[in-house]
């Protein structure tokens, strides 16, 4: 091996390292950019939900997503949705 070829390899192997972390800490799928409602979901998960539910575990509940979340459940008092939001977060979970 010359010099030239174990330093190509040294540089592939250091990059295919990074992208490998890269992508150990994204904990949920990429949303698609030509999805705006999953976009607009994602970002209302992300203020009023991440904090006590992770994507992945509210995916197979989605269904349930009503406006007035504290009717679900207790913990959740004074969580309201507008549809608009409801049909967001639905748009985004399906993606997850
Ligand atoms: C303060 C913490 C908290 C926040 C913030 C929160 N939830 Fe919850 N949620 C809970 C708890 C606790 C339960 C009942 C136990 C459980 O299922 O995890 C629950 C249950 C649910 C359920 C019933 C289905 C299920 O998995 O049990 C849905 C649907 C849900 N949450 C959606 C949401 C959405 C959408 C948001 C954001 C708009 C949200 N929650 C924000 C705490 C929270």
Redesign the pocket.
């Known amino acids: 091996m010359t010099s030239n070829t174990f330093r190509t390899a040294t540089l592939v192997i250091a990059l295919v390292a990074a992208l490998s972390i890269v992508g150990c800490g994204t904990m949920t799928n990429v949303v698609p950019t030509d999805n705006a409602a999953a976009l607009a979901g994602e970002t209302?998960?992300a203020?009023?939900?991440?904090?006590?539910?992770s994507a992945s575990?509210?995916k197979?509940?989605?269904?349930?997503?009503?406006n007035d979340?504290g009717s679900?459940?207790?913990?959740?008092n004074g969580?309201t949705?507008t549809d608009e939001?409801?049909t967001n977060?639905k748009a985004y979970?399906a993606t997850q």
């Open positions: 209302t998960f203020n009023d939900c991440a904090r006590c539910h575990s509210l197979g509940s989605a269904g349930q997503i009503i979340l679900l459940d207790s913990a959740m969580i949705l939001e409801v977060l979970l």
